[in-house]
Antibody, heavy 123, light 107 residues
Framework: QVQLVESGGGVVQTGRSLRLSCAAF????????IHWVRQAPGKGLEWVAV????????YYTDSVKGRFTISRDNSKNTVFLQMNSLRPEDTAVYYC????????????????WGQGTMVTVSS | DTQMTQSPSSVSASVGDRVTITCRAS??????LAWYQQKPGKAPKLLIY???NLQSGVPSRFSGSGSGTDFTLTISSLQPEDFATYYC?????????FGQGTKLEIK
């Protein structure tokens, strides 16, 4: 079955770390850019980070730069989001999503999403 | 960062109605804009990419138009399953940004 499956969410105290995983099934994972998008409770969507197909390029939203690191292991069809120095405002459902872009210049839409994993940062 | 402003924030409509949602960007996007539908407790679903391209499997009652800074999503004849929240997303430059969402409710 073609899908993305996130795991690793949970409740953590302010300042601690958490690592999320996004496992891919049923498609050519090594040819897909993978994004993380989050959604705080009752709020809208916020793009977090992206990693290129070979892992050589990564981009982040400003609020997580220096704290979050996105990486991938193409041999395991998995993308990771290492989240350090967590803050209450990081509390959200975290989705991984596959990027699709016909231009080859990072104009991605997200055509496949996981079910999400909840991260709660308590103060 | 590119700011995305959707209007309206919410709209009430009836089955069979035609509904239009607009999205305005703070800077030009060419046609690098996508639209998503999200139902409560579910992940978003891609409807439209590159402003006007219908994603595979999405009903043809959904359509998108626009370029530059002004974009629209139109649902030509609302069906019961269309009541949801809709988001636009700019894919012109990092950081990607989303509109605040438009909640489509049953009248």
């Amino acid at each position: 079955q073609v899908q993305l499956v996130e795991s690793g969410g949970g409740v953590v105290q302010t300042g601690r770390s958490l690592r999320l995983s996004c496992a891919a099934f049923g498609f050519a994972f090594s040819r897909a850019a993978i994004h993380w998008v989050r959604q705080a409770p009752g709020k809208g969507l916020e793009w977090v980070a992206v990693i290129s197909t070979d892992g050589s390029k990564t981009y982040y939203t400003d609020s997580v730069k220096g704290r979050f690191t996105i990486s991938r292991d193409n041999s395991k069809n998995t993308v990771f989001l290492q989240m350090n120095s967590l803050r209450p405002e990081d509390t959200a459902v975290y989705y991984c999503a596959r990027g699709v872009d016909s231009s080859g210049y990072w104009h991605d839409a997200f055509d496949m999403w996981g079910q999400g994993t909840m991260v709660t940062v308590s103060s | 960062d590119t700011q995305m402003t959707q209007s309206p924030s919410s709209v009430s409509a009836s089955v069979g109605d035609r509904v239009t949602i607009t999205c305005r960007a703070s800077q030009g996007l060419s046609n690098w804009l996508a639209w998503y539908q999200q139902k409560p407790g579910k992940a978003p679903k891609l409807l439209i990419y590159a402003a006007s391209n219908l994603q595979s499997g999405v009903p043809s009652r959904f359509s998108g138009s626009g370029s530059g800074t002004d974009f629209t999503l139109t649902i030509s004849s609302l069906q019961p399953e269309d009541f949801a929240t809709y988001y636009c997303q700019q894919a012109n430059s990092f950081p990607y940004t989303f509109g605040q969402g438009t909640k489509l409710e049953i009248k």
